[in-house]
């Protein structure tokens, strides 16, 4: 992959996943305008709690790869889709350091043994260092033939040009938001970002490492720097960048104001008022899946909020039950 001028091409986004539960193909296009390459960006779909997404940006003789899965047998089956189109892949990039999306890189590189695996610094450090323990807990649930990830072939830097087909694809990394760095790749010419996990379109987000002061600052940047583009987020269905930001900063205001308002108004957060504001999230969100696939993720998040803001939870409920949100 190459630096290349800029050019216009039609993009064509194809939800697909060959074999896959629940799979779905939707294609939309723009005008035809003096193009050298389409582009289509691949989106295996699958429903339900622990969803999540991967792309693949296709171009007329190379492909680039966005996230991994979770697992090494979901990420196969992306392969499949893959290796059916006979063309190469030329590089692998690794968003941020969450298991659900480097979980499957194995696969990838076991079919693809020539495509560049590309992250930035912080994330390559993240991964190798694990003190959040995500490869070790990979390696439990995957069995012994799982394999941690390698170091990158390179690292990718803010506002670095990559190029599918010659067509340019901008790389840019976002701190201190749902994780410590994530990278997003814009495609200017199609107007598209794939923004990965600032965004989790309709989909109860991971708080775990997140920036709750930040993370809104951020999507209100990617509002006014990316007007009018299509977001592919990390987690849901793709759609405009000013709904899918506006949405996700509204829920990290809701969320928080249940830990502001009804949990630590005495600066400590008890059993009973935790569930109370998991009831008042998923009234408030019905039917909204959880990104981790966990059932006391929305627990885990407020407790994750507690500890940022300063709180302390009730004695004893470090190791409590699940309540409302099993």
Known sequence: MRAAPFTIGLLAMTLALAGCAGSETETTGGPEADAVADLEIHRPFRRGPGSVNSYWIEGPDEILVFDTQRSVALAERIVA??????????????????????????AFIEAFPDAELLMAETVAEQIGRDLSGY???????????YRAPPEPARLIEHREELTVSDVPIVVHLLTDT????????????????????????????DFADADIDSWPRALDRLTRDFSGFTLY?????????????????????FVRSQVEREILD???????????????????????????????????????????????????QEDGADGADS
């Open 178 to 205: 749902e994780a410590e760095t994530i990278t997003m790749l814009a495609i200017p010419s199609e107007r598209a970002i794939l923004a990965s996990d600032i965004v989790a379109n309709r989909m109860h987000p």
């Open 266 to 316: 005495d600066d400590v957060a008890t059993e009973e008022e935790i569930n109370a504001a998991i009831a008042a999230i998923r009234a408030n969100y019905p039917g909204w899946e959880s990104v981790t696939g966990r059932p006391a993720q929305l627990r885990r998040n407020l407790e994750a909020i507690v500890a940022q803001l300063g709180g302390e939870l009730e004695a004893g």
């Open 81 to 106: 889709a893959i290796e059916a189109t006979g063309k190469p892949v030329a590089a692998i990039v690794i968003s941020h350091y969450d298991p659900d999306h480097f979980g499957g890189l194995q």
């Open 233 to 253: 987020p990390g987690h849901g269905e793709p759609g405009p960048v000013n709904l899918l930001a506006a949405n996700q900063v509204a829920y990290l205001s």
């Open 135 to 145: 490869v070790e807990r990979l390696r439990e649930t995957q069995g012994d033939a």
